[in-house]
């Protein structure tokens, strides 16, 4: 059996994109067929077997797009296995502790049975788009944070859960 998942994305300057195509590389390095696609152009869930949905945090917020997808796709998205990560601190905190979800990212996965949520470092650095971005960077509080081992250790459990039988 082949199971097809979606890496569903919000991000705003293409951080929460690269570790959605880190997930999506492990899944496919382990036998799974994987399809990373913007949040914003997912017409349809119905084709997948199973759901990872990232947003990057901004403000204490989920990225629009994945609130949105959320939203949009919640009746098919209850019917299959769904993950969520989050993307943001802009330090080592994602990778010194568990960082719980957001309150509005906490109600989605309530609503939809959502497996299992993670929080990763957030990357932020020159050329961001958005005043406060790079306010932020000019500040010298940007940098990259993501820790891809622990995305590629994420994701691998996230197939470990979809293979086992």
């Given amino acids: 059996m082949t199971c097809t998942v979606l890496v569903a994305y919000g991000s705003k300057n293409g951080s929460t994109a690269q570790i959605a195509e880190a997930v999506a590389d492990v899944l ?4 799974l067929t994987a399809e990373t696609l913007s949040a914003r152009s997912v017409a349809s869930v119905t084709s997948y077997d199973a759901v990872v949905v990232g ?9 629009r ?5 959320v939203r949009r796709h919640r009746r098919e998205l209850t019917k299959r296995p769904v993950w969520f990560f989050s993307s943001g601190p802009l330090d080592a905190s994602a990778s010194e502790r568990d960082i719980p979800p957001v309150p509005g990212v906490k109600r989605a996965m309530v609503r939809l049975g959502v497996r299992e949520h993670v929080t990763f470092g957030g990357c ?3 050329g961001a788009k958005g005043r406060v971005a790079r306010m932020i ?4 509080r940007g940098g990259d944070f993501r820790d891809f081992d622990a995305i590629e250790a994420w994701a691998a459990g996230v197939v470990h859960a979809l293979t086992r039988v």
């Fill in 28 to 31: 496919r390095k382990d036998g």
């Fill in 55 to 63: 947003g990057g945090l901004y403000a204490g917020r989920w990225h």
């Fill in 65 to 69: 797009d994945a609130q949105r997808f």
């Fill in 124 to 126: 932020l650095e020159e």
């Fill in 137 to 140: 960077v000019r500040s010298g």
